[in-house]
């Protein structure tokens, strides 16, 4: 069985609000951290969110 190329991922927010996002990226093409500027609804402002492990 091949190893997928797609692997979820846990985007936590800078805002140390505790919300998160779930999505997927692509291993091969996308090798390091992932950082986008999305919408903390806890904090209701965009702030910087990191890439990190789903528990």
Request: glycine residues 6%.
């Amino acid at each position: 069985m091949a190893k997928p190329t797609t692997a979820k991922i846990r985007l936590n927010s800078e805002g140390d609000s505790g919300f998160f996002y779930v999505t997927r990226k692509n291993t091969r093409t996308m090798t390091e951290k992932f950082t986008i500027k999305k919408y903390d609804p806890v904090l209701r402002k965009h702030v910087t969110f990191k890439e990190g492990k789903i528990k």
